[in-house]
């Protein structure tokens, strides 16, 4: 059974850094996936942060973070990981790293509902 564990969130201030990462288990090695990042702020809908294959390859970013955040992937697949620069208090959320079993299929971020499993999130919070 494939999950999806995240960590790393915190508070800081605007302009600071924060680097999430999301630990996967019973991820198949021979398995091709796309995996992403969403965020979710309060009485809003949940948002593509980022995306990547299992191979490394990012293959989007949402437009309110290009620029700012990095996704990536570790050699052995098994973390993901968000590098998150330039904070801002709207970047306040909750964050969560998704995982689809099949490719990424886009140049862009999919949505949420192309994702099957999910983590249980980890919040951000930027203080102006």
């Known amino acids: 059974q494939v999950q999806l564990v995240e960590s790393g969130g915190g508070s800081v201030e605007a302009g600071g850094s924060l680097r999430l990462s999301c630990a996967t288990s019973?991820?198949?090695?021979?398995?091709?996936?796309?995996m992403a990042w969403f965020r979710q702020a309060p009485g809003k809908e949940r948002e593509g942060v980022a995306q990547?294959?299992?191979?490394?390859?990012?293959?989007g970013y949402g437009d309110s973070v290009k620029g700012r955040f990095t996704a990536s992937v570790d050699d052995s697949r098994a973390t993901l990981y968000l590098q998150m620069s330039g904070l801002k208090p709207e970047d306040t959320a909750q964050y969560y790293c998704?995982?689809?079993?099949?490719?990424?299929?886009?140049?862009?971020?999919?949505?949420?509902?192309?994702?099957?499993?999910w983590g249980q999130g980890t919040q951000v919070t930027v203080s102006s």
């Open positions: 998704a995982l689809r079993s099949r490719s990424c299929i886009s140049s862009y971020v999919l949505p949420a509902t192309f994702f099957e499993i």
């Open positions: 019973g991820l198949r090695m021979d398995g091709y996936y796309c």
């Open positions: 990547v294959t299992t191979g490394g390859t990012v293959t």
